[in-house]
Nanobody
């Protein structure tokens, strides 16, 4: 199916920016949905941003105006980015990349930690 590898997490101060990357390999031609989710300690995993075939995007209310999702596709790989600006302590979480392919089949990345200090 599809394998996902995330990168770009880290420790930043409030107001700073980070860009997360998620590289998909395998049957990337069948991907129709890619999204970023996050899970804070003690909380449920939530959808942060998503992008579909055709370019339609969607954002959680808490990140609108601060985060931007984008996608770069080649013949062999598909990369989705999450540009995170004006980060807040409440953005602290493990961020996961997910893709859905026709089938449908889901794939998840291993997660990358984002920590925002006040």
């Amino acid at each position: 199916q599809v394998q996902l590898v995330e990168s770009g997490g880290g420790l930043v101060q409030a107001g700073e920016s980070l860009r997360l990357s998620c590289v998909a390999s395998g049957r990337v031609f069948s991907i129709y949905f890619m999204g970023w989710y996050r899970q804070a300690l003690g909380k449920e995993r939530e959808l942060v941003a998503s992008i579909r075939v055709g370019g339609d995007t969607d954002y959680a209310d808490s990140v609108k105006g601060r985060f931007a999702i984008s996608r770069d596709s080649t013949k062999d790989t598909d990369t989705v980015y999450l540009q995170m600006n004006d980060l807040k302590p409440e953005d602290t979480a493990v961020y996961y990349c997910k893709c859905v392919t026709y089938g449908p089949y889901e794939s998840w990345g291993q997660g990358t930690q984002v920590t925002v200090s006040s």
